[in-house]
């Protein structure tokens, strides 16, 4: 990102013409006070996958699972963040990323844990995003709906052999 003058103007169009590399620098977010005890850095670009809390907004201390990063727009979709159109149907509303902060990282990709320098072994299997998340919880066995059998699925049928046509006709 190539430092721009001060003038207001081109400020923004250095803001509206930016390459999406720029725009990656530019929706980073301030993480989280352990996280920066622990990762040794202030801010990271926002990616598909991170936890954020809001800061400001109807959506204040809410933490969410970022679902999209829109970088034409500079703004972040999140889960079960929506509002609800005039037609009564839910809608996401994008965040900006100035009302954002980190408070768990997507670590399962070895370039970004490059980047923190975080070894393989400080990672937890939650970070990797192999175990989901703890709030989750399995739904009891009764609880599940089972298929009935119009919707189960059909066992693949084998092709006739020269051996059925032969029975037949016996």
């Not at 040794?40 to 598909?48: E, F, I, M, N, S």
């Not at 996958?49 to 800061?55: Q, S």
């Not at 119009?150 to 032969?166: H, L, Q």
């Amino acid at each position: 990102m190539a430092s721009s003058p001060h003038s207001p103007r081109r400020q923004r169009k250095a803001l509206y013409t930016a390459t999406t590399f720029e725009r990656r620098r530019r929706m980073t977010v301030p993480l989280s006070r352990d996280l920066r005890r622990r990762f040794h850095a202030r801010a990271l670009p926002v990616r598909k996958g991170d936890t954020v809390r809001v800061l400001s907004g109807s959506f204040v201390g809410r933490e969410e699972r970022v679902a999209k990063v829109d970088r034409r727009a500079y703004a972040v979709v999140l889960d079960n963040v929506t509002v609800k159109t005039g037609e009564d149907k839910l809608k996401p509303l994008p965040i900006r990323t100035s009302h954002l902060v980190i408070t768990r990282l997507n670590l399962s990709d070895a370039w970004r844990r490059r980047v923190l320098q975080v070894a393989d072994e400080d990672v937890t299997p939650e970070e990797r995003g192999e175990v989901p998340e703890a709030g989750v919880e399995a739904l009891p066995a009764e609880a599940t709906p089972a298929l009935p059998p119009a919707e189960a699925p059909a066992p693949a049928a084998a092709p006739p052999s020269d051996d059925d046509d032969t029975e037949d006709a016996a």
